[in-house]
């Protein structure tokens, strides 16, 4: 996939859509594409993330199996799975399983990070932004909580 249509795949995903464009054309060319056959494993449940892939094409199924029932999501182009793994520390929720030959966009923490600081505008703009989501997220759980406590009789 050219790195123009790879910028265009990164910029329709949220997460990205504060950075410039240079930082998106740093990410787009510098992340590895990586395929993946039909019945390969991306990443197990449980497994440290450090990095996320952004699904190019082909389709990859989300298996979770915590809890007793397994809850499955397919997910094709243009989905970011184990977006987590490419801020902090983080544990996969799922096991990713291609179900088809698939190609992704693996995005390392330490490229992102390394775009980040030769970007400091994009990176302050990225900051805003998921602040604005943790506390859009902070106030939906306060509502739930107020709802889930107030007396039913």
């Known amino acids: 996939m050219s790195v123009g249509n790879k910028i265009e795949a990164l910029k329709r995903l949220k997460l990205f859509a504060a950075l410039e464009l240079e930082a998106l054309r740093l990410l787009a060319f510098a992340a590895p594409e990586v395929e993946f056959g039909s019945g390969e494993i991306v990443f ?3 497994d440290h993330l450090k990095a996320s892939y952004l699904v190019l094409s082909g389709a990859i199924l989300l298996v979770n199996d915590r809890g007793g029932a397994a809850k499955n999501k397919m997910v094709g182009s243009g989905a970011l799975i184990g977006s987590h793994g490419l801020i902090a520390e983080a544990v996969a929720a799922n096991t990713a399983i291609a179900q088809e030959n698939s190609a992704t966009l693996k995005l390392s923490r330490d490229l992102f990070f390394r775009v980040l600081s030769e970007f400091p505008t994009s990176a302050a ?12 997220f902070g106030a939906e759980v306060g509502r739930t909580q107020r709802i889930l406590s107030t007396p039913k009789f």
């Open 44 to 46: 197990k449940q449980g």
């Open 125 to 136: 703009a990225m900051r805003k932004s998921l602040v604005q989501e943790i506390e859009t």
